[in-house]
Structures are given as structure tokens and as C-alpha cells.
């Protein structure tokens, strides 16, 4: 059975097209196509990333174009140079529209190859620790169910800051890789 959430909305944010192949519980096995993206290198605190990503996007690019928020925010969970990703609304994805080229060198373009990915939603507040646990979750059905997945994980964020902490819907997700 294929669910499409297609239109999905998070607070009124348009959200990162996929349909849904498989689900269980918390867990849901996804295709999505590719995803073009403005991403920025993450340093100690997420804020700052969010900040250049959030300036991009409120006209700091070269057509001086404010482009809309969606959701989810994504993130690298490990590596070298994690980044954090700013999903572009679906006419940059569809090619209706140029992408507008980013001012700052910090900001890039990018596209997130498409594919199918395990999801695992959690709801409450964001910190390592959830992360961790909601990782080791998903490593453990995908073991269980013998799904080859990858050792690069994302983070979704889908909730701005006026939802309660408690009420977050955070998701963490790795590419299948067989």
C-alpha cells in the first residue's frame, strides 16, 4: 500500500513531498524524490546555521527573492561537516522557478538524492539524548527486518519554536541502501 503525503502541512508550511511504502507504528518506510536544497555548515550550535539559512531565504540571494519556509529543517547527525538543510518549496523542485543563488558563500545549493528512507517519528523536545534513542529504534527494526540501511543519519525538525517543546514532531532518518 502507497500513502502519498504529497501535500502535507506542518503549521501551514509546505513539507518535502514523499509517499509512504510500509508503515509500522513510529516507523514508516519512505520514497522520496530528489530534494534541492539550501544548506550551511552546522558549528556548535545550530543557530547559526539556521541563521544563515533563514537570512537565504528572507531575500539575502542574488534576485533578492524571499522564498517560503517548509518544513522539515534537515541535519547531518554525524560526519566531518554536518550541514543543515533548508528544503526549497515545490516550484524550485519542480523547475517552475529558478533557484535563486545564495549571497553568502556559507549558503549552497545542493540536491539530496531521492530514494527510499526509514523514518522514525518522535514527539517531544530535541536533544542528543532523543536523537540517540530514536537512531538506535530505527537500527533495531531495520536489523529486525533485515533492511540494509545507511550509517549516515538525518535528522527532520518539522515544528518552529511557538509549538511547546512537548509537542515537537522531530524525526530521524537513514537511506536504504539495499
Known sequence: MVMSCSSSKEEDYETARYDVLLKEGSLEIRLYDDLYVASAKMGKGLNSSFMKLFGYISRDNRSDTKIAMTTPV?????????????????????????????????????????GQFVAYKYIGSDTKEMREKAKVKLQDWAEAKKRVISKEFLWAAYNGPSVPRDKRHHEILARVVE
Request: glycine share 10%; no cysteine; charged share 35%.
Open 74 to 114: 534537515f541535519g547531518d547527525m554525524e560526519g566531518e561537516e554536518q550541514r543543515m538543510y533548508f528544503v526549497l518549496p515545490e516550484e524550485y523542485q519542480n523547475g517552475s522557478s529558478e533557484i535563486p543563488e545564495p549571497n553568502s558563500k556559507s549558503v549552497k545549493i545542493d540536491k539530496i538524492k531521492g
